[in-house]
């Protein structure tokens, strides 16, 4: 799951570079995504609000990000659409924050519903459209992979919260949203961790289940049985499927 980090800019060039041209406008349609999605989509109030601020933090860590990495000088449709992403999943937090979601059990807490399952679903299905367009645009770059896979981290770990606070499953499923921060984190302790691997088709089809499998985990009608059945092996898969990725890296450091 991990890849190389991108190469920096010498300090004299960023100094000399200005932000991507486009990055300033899709910034504030991010912010409209994202309150429009937490407001009218999952009629959430103040839940919006705070998840509307945290969309602007993480934007502005990602505007620092490309003034420092971003090898191009226009963010593109590629980059527009990962912070389209980033929107929608800082909007997916409301529910947690402000109030229950659709499907909620009572007595139970927060748990995704339809809604949330659609959102999701959308956000996974542009994953696929920003990286065609940035080969089509010529903008393929370190940081726009590295990007878009922290967004997917990040939706992970939020729909993995949603299952967690709001269905009968256990505390099994944060393993498919909390893996890939416990791998970073322990890079910093072994920083051979932080080594390029090859691209694994077996990777990419884990990380397909793990996100398609915390979408399914969303609905209320799925049996619980099968909702924790189904955890439990997305779980084991993407346990082998980092431990495969840590022993290569071991292997070749």
Request: charged letters at 15%; aromatic letters at 6%; a positive charge.
């Amino acid at each position: 799951m991990q890849i190389s980090p991108p190469r920096p800019i010498p300090a004299t060039s960023r100094r000399a570079r200005r932000l991507p041209e486009g990055l300033v406008m899709a910034v504030p349609a991010g912010l409209a995504l994202n309150l429009a999605t937490g407001v009218l989509v999952l009629d959430q109030g103040s839940g919006a609000l705070l998840a509307g601020g945290l969309y602007l933090v993480t934007a502005l860590l990602v505007a620092v990000a490309m003034h420092r990495h971003y090898p191009h000088d226009r963010i593109g449709a590629c980059n527009a659409v990962t912070l389209m992403r980033v929107a929608l999943t800082a909007a997916l937090l409301a529910p947690l924050m402000g109030g229950q979601a659709d499907g909620a059990h009572p007595g139970v807490g927060h748990i995704g519903g339809w809604t949330v399952a659609a959102i999701a679903t959308l956000s996974l299905s542009l994953d696929g459209v920003d990286g065609y367009l940035a080969r089509r645009s010529g903008l393929c770059s370190d940081f726009g992979a590295r990007f878009d896979m922290e967004v997917d981290a990040g939706l992970a770990l939020v729909l993995a919260l949603h299952v967690y606070l709001g269905s009968p499953v256990g505390a099994e499923v944060l393993i498919l949203g909390a893996i890939r921060y416990v791998f970073v984190a322990a890079s910093w302790i072994w920083p051979w961790l932080r080594a390029a691997l090859p691209v694994s088709y077996t990777r990419k089809t884990v990380c397909v289940l793990q996100l398609g499998s915390l979408i399914a985990l969303q609905l209320p009608q799925m049996p619980q049985d099968v909702a924790i059945l189904l955890a439990r092996v997305a779980s084991i898969a993407l346990i082998w499927s980092f431990a495969r990725d840590v022993i290569w890296l071991r292997s070749h450091r």
